[in-house]
């Protein structure tokens, strides 16, 4: 893997990752061990708030699984790093946001890297498309929540009769953001993840780990554990300097100064 498959910027509290791997930006296993390790980093700084994953180029966002990695022997059962497939979707304990600014077609893995993503911009031209059951597998990352997330009926043609979705119905089926053109698209991502940080960074990891820990719980159940005291990162915000600063800075109507504390 070249040292440039993967370019990392920051800005600011941004930390902004572009997959970078002519032709269609695919991920094979040594790339996505080194994504692994670049959002295990962030997750890991506190002076970074959010995260922005886009790939190089106009055409493609990313093309999913690394097709001539895979002809070349490597397996779904490689090992694809701390955060699994594209660094992300499994990384444990990561209640940042990571905002998927996707600049063109979202293929197979990388449509499912977009499904991962907590916050999704997209590019007027960009696609979305899982082909994988045209080619004798299936899709098994982040498109295990599909049918969560579109009408029963478009999720499986999305799954099993390969419609493409574009931005515009993405847009209108709810899984983005928000469309603008692709001149525009970092920009809106960095302004977005710029309103992130304004906010206390205690709270949004909290809001990220309650909703990943109680997704599948119905209200009742899910209000409970939040109040059993079990989930960590509540009790941390909580009985944090955070929760104090905010509303003595309204009342004294001023900006709050986060201390993530």
């Known amino acids: 893997m070249s040292e440039e ?9 941004t930390l902004e990752v572009v997959l970078d791997r002519p032709k269609a930006n695919a991920i094979d296993a040594a790339t996505s061990r080194k994504l692994g390790e670049i959002f ?3 997750r890991d700084d506190p002076r970074l708030r959010a995260a922005i994953f886009t790939g190089a ?28 497939f594209g660094g992300f979707p499994e990384l444990p304990g990561l209640n940042k946001p990571v905002i998927a600014a996707v600049n063109g077609l979202a293929v197979g893995g990388g449509f499912e890297l977009v499904i991962s993503s907590h916050l999704v911009i997209a590019a007027d031209h960009a696609k979305f498309f899982l082909p994988e059951a045209a080619v004798g597998v299936i899709p098994d990352i982040g498109s295990v929540q599909l049918p969560k997330l579109l009408p029963e009926p478009i999720a499986n043609e999305v799954l099993i009769a390969g419609r493409k979705l574009s931005a515009l119905e993405a847009l209108q089926y709810g899984l983005v953001n928000q469309v603008v053109p692709l001149p525009d698209l970092l920009k809106a991502a960095h302004a977005l993840a710029d309103r992130i940080a304004t906010m206390a960074p205690l709270a949004v990891a909290a809001i990220l780990d309650i909703g990943r820990k109680t997704e599948s719980l119905p209200t009742e159940t899910a209000l409970t554990l939040l109040r059993s005291g079990a989930i960590d990162s509540y009790q941390q915000m909580l009985n944090s300097e955070d929760a104090q600063e905010g509303p003595q800075a309204f009342t004294e109507k001023r900006p709050p100064v986060w201390k993530g504390r």
């Open 40 to 42: 295990a980093d962030f």
């Open 57 to 84: 180029g106009e055409r493609f966002f990313c093309a999913g699984w690394d097709l001539a990695a895979a002809a070349e022997g490597e397996s779904y059962e490689s090992d694809y790093g701390v955060g699994g």
């Open 5 to 13: 498959s993967v370019r990392v910027r920051r800005h600011g509290s």
